[in-house]
């Protein structure tokens, strides 16, 4: 025998007295009915554990390229200086173990790709203890605490042995306990993410060899998310009083051996305010978050949030505003926890409306902007759809789209990066808003028939002068406006400059606005003709002034509809919009109208040819 088989024996005989040594240690800890503490690496055979994070099993998580939009329902309650479109939905974000961000369907960031299984990260530092158990779950043979990231990531077995494991974490840096057969259920603390993972392994027969034992936790407990968002206001969250009510949590008894949880029968209720809350996004803090973790599963009614005093800081031009500064915004929610579930609690702060004796529709306050580069491959930034700060008149580039664009500046010619799509569908939360339809502005006796003109046999619900539209009604109605006094469109007035028109506002003064957005108030900002408008493709900027590019810059306000003009039952020919201007006639006094207005040609739909003639107007918004 030469040395090396010497060696080989040598080494097989220590292996054996290693594994009968581990043998007669388990046998003790069995007499004495207490847990052994293995550590450290090991010569002989080894577990070696990783964690490939925790499962977030949620059925409402949209995974990326899913064609099933399970858009979030909002109950939409109005406040004194705000609005609230609250949720009770799964959509909690997380980090996924891969790396990429989810926030839930209708958030700002990407949702998970499907290859990343729908699993978060646990962070390096967070501790987590293995159990070894008899393959019955009857017997603890040995535990070890690791550390996510931690080295010595394995445990301790003897060859040709089934064992039960278990992983348990508070998710968290704190301890974890050990347990004794006969009395493997434990406490858990409160409020706390509790991590459970369980499964058999067989380890083989030969022995020297390591064994991977991968680990995927679940929530124990229901976690219960309360989100508050201010991307509808666009704006992040500079300081604010937040209090939460009625937070009826519940901790209890985990059995390792079996994984049933037990809630305790007493209640407690944690302390959130506004300093509880932590950034979604590290970058941005318009979405903010709080966690909490019950064992119940009892309906917990009558969840209070109260805000006030939200400092926001908008995101057109880091103008400061306050939500909640005369009377707090409070917030009712209703939730049923379901164990390993997760639960989230949303509320968005978006702005309110406008309502005005003309229209039935719920009215943004100011124009909508696109903020992003320019160009049809355009690239935009964070919350990138977003009304302005402040109405008034303006000739930035970012406020003027093509028909059904969605990117100002540019033609809508049905390509994937410039599809046809609503806007104001894009601004958060998506969904709440859109672009107003023909009746919105012409009554809902409004229509268009073959000679595009519109007939409105409700002149009460209407924003517009008469029922005469279209092509040909604007160049009838010019010309008699021209020449003859003529009445005024109900319910307006108009600026002495004149640079808007204001339609008298339904609704109260919103302390949180100046008085050009506390009025339904279309300024003139004019609109981009066709053929200025293909200079825009070369801009650099979609905040530059368009300048000698509009016309009727303080002479007319437009606006896109959401309607196509004539429909020939092939083809859509034309888009409606809203005109309006103030006339000086040759005789009488001026006087404003409002208009129903098509572009004939301005696209083609339906036949597969896109006409790429449309002027370049504004949009504003009307709630859903």
Known sequence: MNFSTIKKANWIVATVLLATSGMLATSCSKDKNTPVEQGGEHEGTNLVLSISGINENNENVVKQGSTNDKATKYNVQSFADVDVATAVDNNVPFVSASGIAVKGYNGSSQVAAASSNLRAALVNGVTYRLYLLSSDGTQVISSQQFTVGGTGTTIAVTPGTTYKWVALSYNNEDAIPTITTGNTSLLMPQNKDILYASGNITIPSAPGSNISLPITFNHAFSRLAIELNSMGVFGPMNSGTVAVTGLALRTGTINLATGVVTPETTTFSPTINFSSFTNIDPAYSDAKIVYAYTAGTTAINNIGVSVSNLAITHMDNNSARTYG??????MTFNVTPELGKSHRLLANIVESTLTTPGSTAKWARSNLYYSGTPGANSTP????????????????????????????????????????????ALVYPKGLWRQPSLTDIAGPSAQPNVINLVINTNAGNTMVSRGVGGLLGNTLTQILDLLLNTTTTPNTTVNSNPNYVQYTTSTATNPAFATSSNSLRFYYNGQVLAANALSLLTLSSLTVPLGALLEGQNTNATFWTKDDGLNLGIANLGAWSYYGRTYTPLIGTPAFKGLASTEVLSTVSGVGINVLSTTLKNVRCVRN
């Open 381 to 424: 930034s964070h919350n990138p759809y977003r009304f302005y700060f402040e109405n008034k008149i303006t000739d930035r580039a970012d406020g003027f789209f093509g028909y059904k664009g969605i990117i100002p500046g540019v033609f809508n010619d049905g390509s994937v990066a410039q599809s046809t799509q609503d806007p104001c």
């Open 325 to 330: 500064s005369v009377t707090p915004i409070n």
